[in-house]
């Protein structure tokens, strides 16, 4: 099973979380033998992250109103059903929208969120920092859960 885990992001504030957690668990032997890539622009270049695997985890900001530096995994139903992922022009939910449309192969996806503190221009907060340990966690889970996915399929 290909798998990568695709950290989403802009260097500015909190929005490099998701580059954060990718390019620490880039530095890791993860389950699955998972390749972790940043990608600071989730549109056409997360399309192309995603051409050719079987899984992804993304790791993006998320700003929903809930408690600065929160980390939660969401569904792609979720992310259809108008969870604000990303601050991106072109989100997260547009591109895999745009896939659909295009005729891509969706891989099975699995997203890790991180709560955005308020505009924050600089550097990303102490809340933000805080979230990286507990995401990259939430990312080795869920990699140890596909990679068992993909074992008892092939059983």
Do not use: Y
Not at 22 to 33: D, H, I, K
Not at 93 to 112: H, M, N, Q, S, T
Request: charged share 25%.
């Amino acid at each position: 099973m290909r798998i990568k885990v695709i950290g989403l992001g802009s260097p500015h504030g909190d929005d490099a979380v998701g580059l954060e957690v990718a390019r620490q668990l880039s530095r890791e032997t993860l389950p699955g033998g998972a390749a972790a890539v940043a990608c600071d622009r989730p549109g056409v270049d997360l399309l192309d992250e995603l051409e050719g695997i079987d899984a992804a985890v993304l790791v993006d900001a998320l700003r929903s109103g809930a408690s600065p530096g929160s980390v939660r995994v969401l569904s792609p139903a979720q992310l259809a059903r108008g969870h604000a992922l990303s601050s991106h022009a072109l989100g997260v939910a547009d591109a895999l929208a745009l896939a659909e449309a295009l005729g891509r192969r969706r891989p099975e996806l699995r997203i890790v969120a991180v709560e955005l503190e308020a505009e924050r221009r600089e550097g990303v907060s102490a809340a933000g920092r805080a979230a990286v340990p507990e995401a990259c966690r939430r990312v080795r889970m869920l990699l140890a859960e596909l990679t068992r996915q993909a074992h008892f399929e092939t059983d």
